[in-house]
């Protein structure tokens, strides 16, 4: 873990994306397409964002932070409401959205599970040079260990969800990307992560769930994505065509780049009457 790192770094949510479909990320990231409508996943990244930026200045008191956070969740909807329309399906969730908001918010101030005894430092700090990742705290404990803290919203968890929620996190390739991230940054090893997981339906739910990842297996991560990322460089550059992925449809519904591959073609004139390309 101690070599620096060479060659370009994407960020754990491109890679995600050119690892499951080489062909989305390149829609997405590359040429910019974007559908004419959003749905209640951005909206509910709005509203991830937004509580992201309550964390971000929580240290200047509630009121502060509020405010701060309030109006962050109407800018990044402005901005979504400028170049795409709701869709009909989630008029609903978009304006429950301000309200959802102060609740995650007023359950995290009233059952904060980050312990009192850990030093909690670089709140949202951006790293440039591993993919412009964005982490939004470091902490170190009473026993000295340090590690990235990540606050997960989630729209639903239903009670038998919980572990499986668990064992996700648990693998995340962002959560091993922010360990190699910091190791580097801060100069001493980094191989524990935590999450705090926070939703409000079916019930009220907020924990912090803590991670260890062996040496191997941070080092194994590593040796893949800096085969993608190498990867992802030689197709921005010309040097091959995109892949397609052989699965279009998962638990979560159709792929959002489906229509394009299958139904127009990539051809253009059809392409810009469902989607729009992002400036």
Not at 33 to 38: I, P, R, S
Not at 101 to 112: E, P, S
Not at 219 to 247: F, K, S, Y
């Amino acid at each position: 873990m101690a070599e620096v790192t060479k060659g370009k770094v994407f960020s754990p949510s491109q890679t995600s994306v050119f690892l499951e479909c080489e062909m989305r990320w390149f829609l997405r990231y590359r040429q910019r397409y974007e559908g004419k409508f959003y749905m209640q996943k951005e909206i509910a990244g709005c509203v991830g964002s937004a509580f992201h930026t309550y964390f971000e200045f929580e240290e200047e008191g509630h009121k502060v932070a509020l405010q701060r956070a309030v109006h962050d969740f109407h800018e990044r909807m402005g901005k979504l409401k400028e170049v795409r329309q709701c869709s009909e399906r989630a008029s609903a969730y978009e304006a429950a959205a301000p309200e959802r908001l102060k609740k995650l918010i007023d359950l995290y101030v009233r059952k904060n599970p980050i312990p009192a005894s850990w030093e909690i430092f670089d709140r949202e700090r951006v790293f440039p040079d591993h993919g412009f990742s964005r982490i939004d705290a470091m902490y170190r404990t009473s026993m000295g260990v340090l590690g990235p803290l990540d606050f997960k919203t989630r729209g639903r968890l239903q009670a038998n969800q919980v572990d499986k929620a668990r064992r996700e996190f648990g693998t995340s390739g962002q959560l091993m990307h922010y360990c190699w991230m910091a190791s580097e940054v801060y100069g001493e090893t980094v191989n524990q992560a935590s999450i705090v997981l926070i939703t409000l339906e079916p019930r009220a739910f907020i924990e912090i769930w803590q991670y260890r990842f062996r040496e191997k297996t941070l080092e194994t991560w590593l040796a893949g994505r800096r085969e993608a990322w190498a990867d992802m460089e030689r197709i921005i550059a010309g040097e091959r065509t995109p892949v397609m992925a052989d699965v279009h449809e998962n638990k979560y519904g159709i792929c959002e780049s489906h229509d394009i591959c299958f139904k127009h073609g990539f051809e253009e004139s059809l392409i810009d009457q469902h989607f729009i390309v992002l400036q």
